[in-house]
């Protein structure tokens, strides 16, 4: 199984300013990598597949690069709307399918 | 563009058997571009992926959970569902059913639409 790491575990920025979120894989996943963003009571919204394609509608402050291990996704000024969870996910090698454990992003 | 509902019971007795359904609107579970997947998330955790059916019939499972999950798909009534047997207390979760969309060599993708999400308690 595949496990995914995310770091910070919390993140906390103020409007505006950049917001650098980091994802490693136990082992090489490709570009084979999601992010997600998901606010409370939501279910989670996908913002980049591929690593660094963003999904339909997704803003394009929203940037996402890596690949192989070490994937990075970045909100370049951040919106009241953007504080939230972020999870990553892989999918290179399944079953199963791994999430990593998310990294909130709060208001500083 | 397409939509998707969960629906079940919200509580379920330890070792009884968890099921849940997802009804699909503006798209079809028939579409073979697709997987049609179940995820769940514990109150204040993260995300696991608990398993997705494809219309061919083909499924796959976490191993984790293999030896309790079926899932199932309903063409008549564009539905998919869930069973989840002999639960306990570590299956309490919000649980999600989304679309997958199936990539060359019938690999699996991201979750590009999701359901509102549905909490089950698993409790006597």
């Known amino acids: 199984e595949i496990v995914m790491t995310q770091s910070p575990a919390t993140l906390s920025v103020s409007p505006g300013e950049r917001a650098t979120l980091s994802c490693r894989a136990s082992?090489?996943?490709?570009?084979?990598l999601a992010w997600y963003q998901q606010k409370p009571g939501q279910a989670p919204r996908l913002l980049i597949y591929?690593?660094?394609t963003r999904a339909t509608g997704i803003p394009a402050r929203f940037s996402g690069s890596g690949s192989g291990t070490e994937f990075t996704l970045t909100v370049s000024s951040l919106q009241s709307e953007d504080f939230a969870v972020y999870y990553c996910?892989?999918?290179?090698?399944?079953?199963?399918?791994?999430f990593g454990g998310g990294t909130k992003v709060e208001i500083k | 563009q397409v939509q998707l509902q969960e629906s079940g019971p919200g509580l379920v007795k330890p070792s009884e058997t968890l099921s849940l359904t997802c009804t699909v609107s503006?798209?079809?579970?028939?579409?073979?571009?697709?997987?049609w997947s179940w995820i769940r998330q514990p109150p204040g955790k993260g995300l696991e992926w608990i398993g997705y059916?494809?219309?061919?019939?083909?499924?796959n499972y976490n191993p984790s959970l293999r030896s309790r999950v079926t899932i199932s798909l309903d063409t008549s009534k564009n539905q998919f569902s869930l069973k989840l047997s002999s639960v306990t207390d570590a299956d309490t979760a919000v649980y999600y059913c989304?679309?997958?969309?199936?990539?060359?060599?019938?690999?699996?993708?991201?979750?590009?639409?999701w359901g509102q999400g549905t909490l089950v308690t698993v409790s006597s």
């Open positions: 082992q090489s996943v490709s570009s084979n």
């Open positions: 996910q892989q999918y290179n090698n399944w079953p199963p399918l791994t």
């Open positions: 989304a679309r997958e969309p199936l990539g060359s060599g019938w690999q699996p993708n991201w979750f590009d639409s």
């Open positions: 059916m494809h219309y061919s019939g083909t499924t």
């Open positions: 503006g798209g079809s579970v028939s579409s073979g571009s697709y997987y």
């Open positions: 591929g690593a660094s």
